[in-house]
């Protein structure tokens, strides 16, 4: 395969008096003429190469049919109308209603679609205030984590003049009397690095309604630890600014509050040291309870008076147990605490002072979302969804208890068709890892089978079963699809995460290593037919496993990954991830980066799988240069490996981002491409 001339140049780094070149250094300017020549030509040859595959169309075809579902979200009930998102199956964007009850008509209040020609600007968030009548809502442009928030009155459906800019990474909530809202920001970045520029210094504001954002009141700074972010919550009862303090992705975190009754107070610490991770759930007067890790890995619920100022005044109410306490919501005086158990969900409901009352009964092993909603509330709603489960909504009346099925959509393939199982594999150091793989009922295990194994493997991140059409497409293609649980997620907590991070990131490495070994020990395919993928952190476990193991796969699929491990800290929000791999400005850290970084990995003449690197030209929180230089470094080293006729290809999507938001039509054509690779490439 001819691949497009990519140029290098003579850049060398100085990392403690370790010498490290950047050949494509250049590639990092994803706005400059050289580069987009260079991805209109990786994208020719790209595109070429797959639409010339004759099992592509079909696949599409079938995915286009296992797309075209009914799917809902949860419902909310706030004043005198019940708000969910609908799409009728093909729509590039789900459309926001309002609707008096559960089951009476409806009338649209948001159409995303509405928002572009083209469908790649999405509603990315909502926030209604606590009598129903406004609605706050965030727009994402062509899928970069930056927010533009407006303000919609609910019962005309028309929009205020408020518009809030240049937020990222932050919740919204509103002052219980509806006067406006508190958000968090950073500066207007500099024209032409809005989607490259580091994020540091992020500031809260209180936005009353009809001020222009100028005007909007500070709440809280600190210009002296520009790596520090906020997340605001107001109390049920309006009484308290909650606000979670972050640095990083690290899951420790600090507690300021500051009373809203008293116009002239102060925002005032409340749990510091960042020691162990704190997630508000609830308060009653003034008794605030938080889910956390301190001196409980696997988590534990505890209340917090107001006020406090010593920790001996915490009073656990629900004490850690051999499962991951994953959240928990408060409604009167009952308590609903989600559990995850081998990655795989169970809730129980609790009195107040902890005391078990049940387990809620689910309708089958798998993942289960929501139980949102005000403490007053006499009904909830939760979500629930495994591998070839498409997710059902499900009504909780909180007085009863009862639980009922609110909406389950009907999908073009029989679920009786399909089966999972959950296997362990033991990595390198005798850990037991999980693995969950999802087949037809029919499936020969005699080597043969095409086989995607799927992993994360990072930022205390559970991997749980959940549906996806795609997912499905591969399956009913005759594929097998096993997703591992490594060391480095949250799926056993804190213990776990922290045993892949860091100076022990390898041991995420050995896991996936692992659990592809027994894959084909169980004859569930060959190393020929066994392909790796993974975004993101993920797209960073592929490169660096099959860099590691080029002999273990036939095919990978990095997508949106983390492939500079020297750099990746100098662009957007990448500062943040330093807590989870360590950095380069750190002495001790740079030999362990450079012993796993997938672009520093690739050895010329070696014949490494097929691959197909995906990006997107607007992700703003794994910059697409990572992949860029990835892909450019492979391709030359693929080029000069003898008798290797594995094509190594980049696929760069236009107008979306790090995959949220992305239109369904988008996604279709992106599935069908790497299905058909893999298909084409797995014999």
Known sequence: MKYP????????????????????????????????????????????????????????????????????????????????SHNDGLQDQSILYKASGLDTDREILIDPMTFSKDGTVALAGTATSDDGKLIAYGLADGGSDWRTWKVR?????????????????SSIAWKPDSSGFFYCRYDAPVEGAELTGTNENQRMYFHKLGDKQSQDTLVLERPDQPKWG??????????????????????????????????????????????????????????????????????????VPAGAENRDAWKEVIAETTDVLESASLFGTTFYVSYLKDARGRVTRHHIDGTVINELSLPGVGTVGGFSGKQDANETFFSFTNYVTPTSIYRVDLQTGKVSLWRQPEVAFNVDDFVTEQLFCKSKDGTKIPIIVTRKKDTILDGSNPTMLYGYGGF?????????????????????????????????????????????????????????????????????????????????????VVTQRPDLFGACLPQVGVMDMLRYHKFTIGWAWASEFGSSDEEDQVDNLLSYSPLHNIKPGVCYPATLVTTADRDDRVVPGHSFKFAAALQA???????????????????????????????????????????????
């Open 5 to 84: 001339d990519t140029v290098t140049v003579d850049v060398t780094d100085d990392y403690f008096g370790r010498k490290v070149n950047d050949p494509y250094r250049w590639l990092e300017d994803t706005e400059s003429e050289a580069t987009a020549a260079w991805i209109e030509a990786e994208n020719k040859v790209t595109q070429n190469y797959l639409q010339s595959l004759p099992q592509r169309e079909p696949i599409r075809a079938r995915l286009e049919e296992l797309w075209n579902y009914e799917r809902y979200n949860l419902p909310a009930k706030k004043g005198d109308f019940y708000l969910y």
């Open 153 to 169: 009155d609910v019962t005309s459906g028309k929009d205020l003049t408020d518009v809030v800019e240049w937020v990222k990474f």
């Open 230 to 303: 906020f997340s605001p919550v107001v109390t049920d009862d309006g009484h308290y600014l909650v606000i979670q303090n972050w640095r990083g992705t690290e899951p420790q975190s600090q507690v300021f509050i500051k009373d809203l009754r008293d116009d002239d107070a102060s925002v005032v610490p409340m749990i510091t040291g960042f020691d162990a991770d704190f997630v508000w759930v609830a308060s009653v007067d003034d008794t605030h309870y938080f889910v956390t890790d301190h001196e409980s890995p696997k988590r534990r619920l505890i209340a």
């Open 460 to 544: 205390n991140i559970s991997i749980t079963p959940g549906f996806s059409p795609a997912t499905v497409g591969w399956i009913d293609a005759g594929g097998v699809y096993a997703v591992v649980n490594l060391r480095g997620g949250g799926e056993y907590g804190r213990e776990w995460h922290e045993a892949g991070m860091k100076l022990k990131k390898q041991n995420v490495f050995d896991d996936c290593i692992a659990a592809a070994e027994l894959l084909i020990a169980k004859k569930y395919t060959t190393a020929t037919r066994l392909s790796l993928s993974g975004r993101s952190n993920g797209g960073l476990l592929v490169g660096a």
């Open 637 to 683: 080293a693929q080029s000069v490996a003898p008798n290797c006729d594995r094509p190594t290809l980049i696929r760069i999507e236009t107008r979306a981002g790090h995959g949220a938001g992305t239109p369904v039509s988008k996604q279709i054509e992106e599935y069908a491409d790497k299905w058909a690779f893999l298909l084409e490439n797995l014999k």
